[in-house]
């Protein structure tokens, strides 16, 4: 199942309403594909309102609002390696807030601190249910579904500061989208992320050092998640740098592909 979370746009009586949706066609052929409304929120068993629209007739948003993103450095060797870091001995987590969060027709807003922004393409995990201390057995009860994010990053800023709060959480630097899907197997899914239609990273979920259940037990020893939290599982090699007027889109196979402008910060 794939989850959207979409306004309607002008022309229709529903106009500027925001709700949760069932997505079905072929996203190969966007005029194929039309939302099926939802009540409420997505967790438990959705229902659905009967209403429908087409796929046009919709603006796709970020498809959840997270209370938190946890986020995993460095669980590719090849991208630390990139960057002339060892793979560490635990998992590295760190945050990025909700003003972060942009979805697939939003742009990334070049923050005027930096000159080196860059793409992190990444597989994301959206929480399902509230949860602690999860088992590795257990995982799979906790998540909802899957979706493609890009852990957008000014790599001069996290180089000078140290730390990654400024780096990776400027507003618009966790793009997520385009919708969740509910029924993937994440343990071997290529990654790719291309700038202007020239690819820029390949890889699969195969080569990270820890696996989303092993990251979802990790992380969850420390805090409680709560569902529509996001966890973003690392990136794979060949991170570089975006520029304004670029065009970067993050494709995970299974899921689709979330794409986004790089815009001057006005």
């Not at 194929?32 to 209403?51: I, K, N, R, W, Y």
């Not at 393409?121 to 949860?131: D, F, Q």
């Not at 994010?149 to 780096?167: L, Y």
């Amino acid at each position: 199942m794939r989850i959207a979370r979409f306004s309607v746009r002008e022309g229709s009586p529903a106009a500027g309403s925001v709700s949760f949706g069932v997505v079905e066609g072929d996203p190969a052929r966007p005029e194929s594909l039309v939302v099926h409304a939802l009540a409420g929120h997505p967790f438990g068993q959705p229902q659905p309102t009967g209403e429908s629209y087409r796929f046009q007739d919709v603006r796709l948003l970020s498809p959840m609002l997270p209370n938190k993103i946890v986020a995993v450095g460095r669980n590719y060797a090849a991208h630390a390696a990139e960057l002339g870091n060892a793979v560490p001995d635990v998992p590295l987590t760190f945050f990025k807030p909700s003003t972060s969060v942009i979805g697939p027709t939003e742009s990334i807003a070049y923050p005027p601190f930096s000159s080196d922004v860059q793409h992190e393409a990444e597989l994301a995990v959206v929480i399902g249910r509230m949860c602690r201390e999860v088992p590795l057995e257990r995982v799979p009860e906790v998540i909802l579904g899957y979706t493609c994010a890009n852990d957008v990053t000014a790599r001069d800023v996290q180089q000078r500061e140290g730390q990654w709060a400024r780096a990776k959480g400027f507003d618009t630097a966790c793009p997520l989208g385009p919708w969740i899907e509910t029924d993937l197997d994440p343990s071997d899914l290529a990654i790719t992320c291309t700038v202007n239609g020239e690819l820029r990273q390949t890889g699969r979920t195969s080569l990270m050092v820890r696996s989303v259940a092993e990251l979802i037990v990790h992380i969850s020893e420390a805090m409680t998640l709560l569902p529509g939290d996001v966890v973003l599982t690392g990136t794979p090699a060949g991170v570089g740098p975006i520029n304004v007027g670029d065009e970067v889109a993050v494709t995970v196979e299974g899921i689709g592909t979330l794409a986004n402008k790089v815009v001057k910060r006005g």
